[in-house]
């Protein structure tokens, strides 16, 4: 099983509907979410971050967080073509004495107009 | 405030040779960790460096080595290239070692033939 999981789309939606995007992680002991949006030929830029249960609210972006099941989401509302982009979750946890961050393998999102 | 540079932008080389990649992180971050990234594997983990000293380490074998100097400068090292380490090499700096949100340069592509 890998550390962090996410399915890798691509996952299209229409232009102005809500875009959700998941991942879950194995690692009970993680400490902190992270959203990170790459966008083609570019580099990962952190959009969220979320470190308690609930709902963190950032402009049209939500992150949810439920550490009982192991999940994190990034919920778009009023999803734009700027939106089409890949989205990293990343999570962070404690190993062999250090901090590391643990990447997943990202979720392709289209936006159509 | 200028960002996280990386040096060069792209690379090709042949199987066998060596590759040295710089990074210079954000002005007064100390953490500098590198990461690898392919369509398959997502983004992995190499390693961290803080004050000069590797703080963390990924699952790559002992061809992939770093140094960070006492100006935070990074440079990673790959020895002995095989095709499978063609990827984009991301930095990505922060403030202290462990810190969670990280800022990423614009990566070396590196193109092994």
């Known amino acids: 099983q890998k550390e962090v999981e996410q399915n890798s789309g691509p996952l299209s939606v229409p232009e102005g509907a809500i875009a959700s995007l998941n991942c879950t992680y194995s690692?009970?002991?993680?400490?902190?979410f992270f959203w990170y949006r790459q966008y083609s030929g570019k580099s990962p830029e952190l959009i969220m971050s979320?470190?308690?249960?609930g709902d963190k609210e950032d402009g049209r972006f939500t992150a949810q967080l439920n550490k009982a099941s192991q999940y994190v989401s990034l919920l778009i509302r009023d999803s734009q073509p700027s939106d089409s982009a890949t989205y990293l979750c990343?999570?962070?946890?404690?190993?062999?004495?250090?901090?590391?961050?643990?990447f997943g393998t990202g979720t392709k999102l289209q936006v159509i107009p | 405030k200028a960002g996280v540079t990386q040096t060069p932008r792209y690379l090709i080389k042949t199987r066998g040779q060596q590759v040295t990649l710089s990074c210079s992180p954000i002005?007064?971050?100390?953490?500098v960790s590198w990461y690898q990234q392919t369509p398959g594997q997502g983004l992995q983990f190499l390693f961290e460096?803080?004050?000069?000293?590797?703080?963390n380490k990924g699952n790559f074998p002992g061809r992939f080595s770093g140094r960070q100097f006492s100006n935070s400068r990074s440079e990673m090292n790959v020895s002995t290239l095989e095709l499978g380490d063609s990827a984009l090499y991301l930095c990505?700096?922060?403030?202290?070692?462990?810190?969670?949100?990280?800022?990423f340069g614009a990566g070396t592509r590196l193109s092994v033939l």
């Open positions: 990505a700096s922060s403030l202290t070692a462990g810190e969670s949100i990280q800022y």
């Open positions: 690692d009970r002991g993680s400490q902190s």
């Open positions: 979320i470190y308690s249960n």
């Open positions: 990343a999570v962070t946890s404690y190993s062999g004495g250090y901090q590391k961050v643990t």
């Open positions: 002005s007064g971050h100390r953490s």
């Open positions: 460096y803080f004050s000069e000293t590797q703080r």
